[in-house]
């Protein structure tokens, strides 16, 4: 194999590693809610209202099927280190397939030398 399918080799296997150090990882993205209550005289029904929140909401989709749920504050580093993750890893994965492209173009090259 010449130097260029050494390197794409090298790439690969540094994108190997960093796919095995991944933590935890889920896809989704978060967003902030501002809700009104039911109770009467309430602030968020001032004018201007003053609404609760925000609350924060995680969405992901996954076969086809859309889920909200409710992050709790103290839950929120994790869930963003989480949704971190999944973006690692579909860039790591995306990297991983254009230059597994390139290296079997190199081999299929260098076997029509033969
Ligand atoms: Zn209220």
Redesign the pocket.
């Known amino acids: 194999m010449d130097n260029r399918g050494r390197d794409l080799l090298r790439k690969i296997q540094k994108i190997k590693k960093d796919l095995v150090a991944l933590g935890d990882l889920r896809p989704g993205s978060l967003s902030q809610q501002y809700n ?2 039911g ?1 009467p005289g ?4 001032a004018d201007p209202p003053q609404k ?1 929140g925000p609350y924060f909401q995680l969405g992901w989709t996954r076969k086809q099927k859309s889920t909200t749920r409710f992050v709790r504050r103290p839950n929120l580093l994790a869930v963003r280190k989480q949704l971190k993750n999944y973006q690692q890893l579909q860039a790591l994965v995306d990297q991983w397939i254009d230059l597994a492209i390139q290296l079997c173009e190199l081999t299929l090259k260098q076997t029509k030398k033969k």
């Open positions: 009104v209550c109770k309430c602030r968020c029904k609760h």
